[in-house]
T-cell receptor, first 114, second 105 residues
Framework: DAGVIQSPRHEVTEMGQEVTLRCKPISGHNSLFWYRQTMMRGLELLIYFNNNVPIDDSGMPEDRFSAKMPNASFSTLKIQPSEPRDSAVYFC????????????FGSGTRLTVV | GIQVEQSPPDLILQEGANSTLRCNFSDSVNNLQWFHQNPWGQLINLFYIPSGTKQNGRLSATTVATERYSLLYISSSQTTDSGVYFCAVGGKLIFGQGTELSVKP
């Protein structure tokens, strides 16, 4: 099993540009989570999906952020337009679901908006 | 929402020493996990432990759900144990602020 796969590993973009982060969960996992890690706020949940359906997006900071999960093996997190304060490490995690199982994290995408 | 507090915030150990990290949470939960974030930023799941005790090599964890706390024990610490240890609880995995551990040779 290759684990949770995120791409790209690093992204540097200019303010105002669109950024798309990608995640492939572990096959068979039915829950997918997007987290953001910053020095100031630590690790915070942005959104999570269960069986490809967004369940809770209350952590999405504002309308510039959107997430999709078109099928069980792929999810995207899009920021448009990007701002310097969006600079952070974005993690994707997956789980078998129902709070009864451990979560596996991807390696993260380090985003820098200049 | 659930509050998660970890202590101590920082810990410096000499190689070979033992340590105990603590996680307090404000409400009953069905999910508690310990993670290690290594110096390269990877988050590694150490334990899924909503209650009881588990051991994995030099690491063990105990959660007393009725008293809303969990402990992570590291024995005979090694330099590779350095990094940040996070406790996270609940279905949405609310993270504590972490304990930054530095093991000196």
């Amino acid at each position: 099993d290759a684990g949770v796969i995120q791409s790209p590993r690093h992204e540097v973009t200019e303010m105002g540009q669109e950024v798309t982060l990608r995640c492939k969960p572990i096959s068979g996992h039915n829950s997918l989570f997007w987290y953001r890690q910053t020095m100031m706020r630590g690790l915070e949940l942005l959104i999570y999906f269960n069986n490809n359906v967004p369940i809770d997006d209350s952590g999405m900071p504002e309308d510039r952020f959107s997430a999709k999960m078109p099928n069980a093996s792929f999810s995207t997190l899009k920021i448009q337009p990007s701002e310097p304060r969006d600079s952070a490490v974005y993690f994707c995690a997956s789980s078998l679901g129902d709070e009864l199982y451990g979560y596996t994290f991807g390696s993260g995408t380090r985003l820098t908006v200049v | 929402g659930i509050q998660v507090e970890q202590s101590p915030p920082d810990l410096i150990l000499q190689e070979g020493a033992n340590s105990t990290l603590r996680c307090n949470f404000s409400d009953s939960v069905n999910n508690l996990q310990w993670f290690h974030q290594n110096p390269w930023g990877q988050l590694i799941n150490l334990f899924y432990i909503p209650s009881g005790t588990k051991q994995n090599g030099r690491l063990s964890a105990t959660t007393v759900a009725t008293e809303r706390y969990s402990l992570l024990y590291i024995s005979s610490s090694q330099t590779t144990d350095s990094g940040v240890y996070f406790c996270a609880v609940g279905g949405k995995l609310i993270f504590g602020q972490g304990t930054e551990l530095s093991v000196k040779p």
